[in-house]
């Protein structure tokens, strides 16, 4: 289905962060668009104001009449729905076009300039941060991003002028074999998903085959130390990146008073005293990509440098909630081991000589069995460590697979205790803290701005 054919759009899983800016890009479109969540949130109660009719009930009745005509219905579901579900078993039966939502990605692909980034860590922050750099730029674009951006409340950008779409290309599923992209970063491929991919391998030849989707006259800008091969068509320039070394890199960094200044380092031209306006030391790396992204596209250096300035960061996404002398409250999406480790070093080069004490809620009872002791490693770097149970999101049990793993593997002298999710808000009321981050990518997050005002309170 071409996308001048679409009348109406159905969402199954209506409520996840990706699949909430394409109900808005159609929105914008002036289509009808409608769709099914398990659970109301905030994100579908903005939805609902924005125009978008959702129902959370698995119910072919509850199904909107303007949405139930084949020839003029697209259906868009996510990955985590199951086949057997009643509203995708009538639209498969009654011959609907049904596409994953990385497949329309992939087709705003192929009708604009995709600006696309991939990686197991990483790529929420980068596209983010290019998305806002080229939307401040008179380039501006269009951006379906993986968290909310601080800069405009919302995971999406619409310019109905500018050829340009920035993506986060999504591994999971190998859901970013859709898209075609103009250029690409890749920030990182540490393995992750292992139950859909099996084996480290089968991981790194995913994106492998990623690399080769890069349209002729395009460019993939890459991490330098990536453990992977790339095979890029006839006509794609390939650039590497670091901090510290490669085409783009930073030189003459300075973290001090809270701030951290740079100048990046490029092939095109240099751009000096470059300023993070959300000063984390791992956005460094993510700046220089996101710099270079942007740069080969036409971005000038007071774009560059005005658009790193005014960067205010991604909802959970080394997310300061309190931030004083007396205490520091963050919440971090933080959720592989690798993801964990920066985070954790950030945190650590931040407050040198402070008492940093995580809250960590594990993501999936596969990921824990897989990297249990990779977590415990880098759960190591900080001073206290409280482990809740796993989030399932989409598993089942797995028998001996529970937080005590991680728990066992910690090093000797760190501080360490487990505790139930529903008990996170008595804990905080009964404790002092010096430097808390809450980490993880399940629900622990809705605990936040709980957290937040007991420790204000105090």
């Known amino acids: ?50 125009g978008m009719l959702i129902h959370y009930e698995e119910n072919v009745d509850l199904i909107p009449e303007a949405c139930k005509d084949a020839k003029n219905t697209l259906v868009v579901y996510t990955p985590a729905i199951p086949a057997e579900h009643k509203e995708l078993v009538y639209f498969r039966e009654n011959g609907f076009t049904i596409e994953k939502r990385a497949q329309v990605l992939g087709t705003l692909t192929r009708t604009h300039k995709g600006l696309c980034v991939a ?18 730029s008179h380039l501006d674009c269009n951006a379906f991003l993986g968290g909310i951006s601080k ?43 292992l139950d859909i991919y099996g084996t480290k391998e089968a991981y790194l030849e995913s994106f492998r085959h990623y690399t080769e989707l890069i349209q002729p006259g395009g460019a993939l800008i890459i991490h330098k130390d990536l453990e992977m091969k790339q095979h890029v068509q006839d006509g794609v320039k390939i650039y590497e990146y670091s901090q510290d070394e490669g085409d783009f890199h930073a030189e003459n960094i300075k973290i001090e008073n809270g701030g951290i200044t740079f100048d990046f380092i490029s092939p095109i031209e240099n751009v000096t005293g470059i300023e993070l306006g ?54 971090d999406y933080a959720h ?27 993501h999936l009872y596969t990921r824990t069995r897989d990297f249990y002791k990779d977590f415990a490693n880098s759960l ?3 001073d206290e460590v409280i482990l809740c149970d796993i989030y399932p999101a989409r598993e089942q049990p797995i028998p001996g697979v529970t937080s005590k793993l991680i728990y066992d ?50």
């Open 119 to 136: 990686g197991t860590h990483g790529k929420t922050s980068t596209s983010t941060m290019c998305a806002h750099i080229m939307h401040q």
């Open 151 to 193: 800069n405009y409340g919302t995971n999406y950008i619409l310019s109905d002028k500018s050829d340009f779409v920035v993506i986060e290309a999504d591994e999971f599923d190998r859901s970013f074999h859709w898209l075609r992209p103009w250029m690409s970063v890749i920030t990182s491929t540490d393995p992750d998903h």
């Open 278 to 331: 959300q000063p984390v030391p791992i956005n460094i790396t993510n700046g220089v990509a996101a710099m270079a992204m942007a740069q080969l596209n036409g971005c000038t250096a007071d774009e560059l440098r005005n658009g790193m300035k005014t960067y205010g960061g991604v909802d959970r996404r080394f997310d300061f909630k309190i931030k004083n002398d007396k205490l520091v409250f963050l919440s």
């Open 1 to 50: 289905m071409e996308i001048k054919d679409i009348k109406a759009v159905y969402l199954v899983g209506a409520g996840g962060i990706g699949m909430s800016a394409i109900a808005r890009y159609f929105l914008s479109k002036k289509l009808v668009v409608a769709g099914y969540d398990k659970t109301p949130s905030n994100l579908t109660h903005e939805l609902e104001k924005e």
């Open 380 to 382: 190591s770097l900080l």
């Open 409 to 458: 593997n910690l090093k000797p002298g760190v501080e360490k205790s487990m505790i139930h999710k529903e008990d996170v808000l008595g804990l905080v009321k009964r404790r002092d803290f010096d430097v808390l981050v809450v980490l993880g990518a399940g629900d622990l997050d809705n605990y936040v701005p709980e957290i937040t005002k007991i420790l204000e309170s105090k």
């Open 336 to 362: 592989h081991p690798k993801e964990i480790y920066q985070s954790a070093k950030s945190i650590r080069e931040l407050y040198k000589n402070r008492k940093i004490t995580a809250i960590f809620q594990p």
